[in-house]
């Protein structure tokens, strides 16, 4: 199922498939995903399992073997990622596609301070003296609306607080200024207010830079209210895209039960609905 953007695509993906060889031969993470992404924000949204991450990761061939990654196409601003050099992603990653994890905070490094860290990010990809990394890094601190950059820039990683540590994250992910990010459930582990404040930081750098995003996340309210478009994702597939906007209107059986299993205040069940396998529609989007 292919998705159109809302403007010119950055990112084209057609027919993904990723597998993992298993004892009984292999066992397909993704199979046959296709999407376009332009300069906007677009959420994957699925259960655990669902693909999602391993999707992200395969954009930037960040699969480590036995993994195998197959596509027609992954082709970003006219580079075929593919059958691109190593040499030739390294230059793409960090530089024009930069991605942060989930749990982003414990990617840091524990023994090199955080401000060190996205320095050297920083000087990787440009080339920057040390005077200028540092005043490029407490500029992205301050965009990141970290309250005293210059204290913050000498903390390790152990020394700043959960919402801290996700936008010194995202910080570092957007300081060589890259023009897609693909951010794994950024947000996951944060309480709603401090994830609302990492989310407004998150679509103000996106508007300002120009920026494109895929969102990635199994909150579908959540990604209802941020992003432009949603896939749904289901064992591997993409059942079912939208805009935002048009989710409460959405046909998949899969994608309406995860709608009805979402917990409302004006809610009275006793329980919620549980998701069934329907073979109708297992077949084309289970396993």
Not at 29 to 38: D, I
Not at 45 to 60: A, N, Q, W
Not at 205 to 210: E, H, M, P, Q, T
């Amino acid at each position: 199922m292919t998705v159109s953007p809302s403007a010119t695509p950055l990112l084209t993906v057609e027919n993904l498939r990723v597998r993992f060889p298993s004892r009984t031969g292999y066992t397909e993470a993704v199979r046959g995903v296709s999407f376009t992404v332009g300069r906007e924000k677009l959420g994957i949204v699925g259960e655990s399992g669902s693909g999602k991450s391993v999707t992200g990761r395969s954009l930037l061939r960040l699969v480590a073997p036995p993994g195998e990654v197959t596509a027609d196409r992954i082709e970003f601003d006219g580079t075929d990622l593919l059958h691109a050099s190593e040499r030739k992603m390294r230059e793409i990653r960090g530089q024009r596609i930069s991605m942060v994890m989930q749990d982003p905070k414990f990617s840091l490094n524990p023994v090199m301070t955080v401000g060190r860290q996205i320095a050297e990010a920083y000087r990787v990809h440009t080339k920057a003296s040390r005077s200028e990394a540092r005043r490029r890094t407490l500029d992205m601190l301050g965009a990141v609306r970290i309250r005293d950059p210059e204290r913050v820039f000498d903390l390790y990683p152990h020394e700043v607080s959960g919402g801290m540590g996700q936008r010194i994250m995202i910080a570092m992910m957007l300081i060589p200024d890259p023009d897609l990010l693909i951010a794994d459930e950024p947000t996951s582990a944060l309480d709603v207010t401090v994830q609302m404040q990492v989310l407004a930081i998150m679509d103000e750098l996106c508007s300002s830079r120009g920026m494109g995003l895929i969102f990635i996340s199994h909150d579908l309210n959540l990604v209802a209210s941020f992003c432009d478009r949603i896939l749904i994702m289901y064992a591997g597939r993409v059942v079912e895209s939208c805009r935002a906007g048009e989710l409460h209107a959405a046909k998949h059986p899969y994608t309406r039960g995860l709608l009805d299993s979402l917990p409302r205040l004006d809610d009275d069940r006793a329980e919620l609905p549980v998701l069934t396998r329907d073979p109708a529609w297992a077949a084309e989007g289970g396993r």
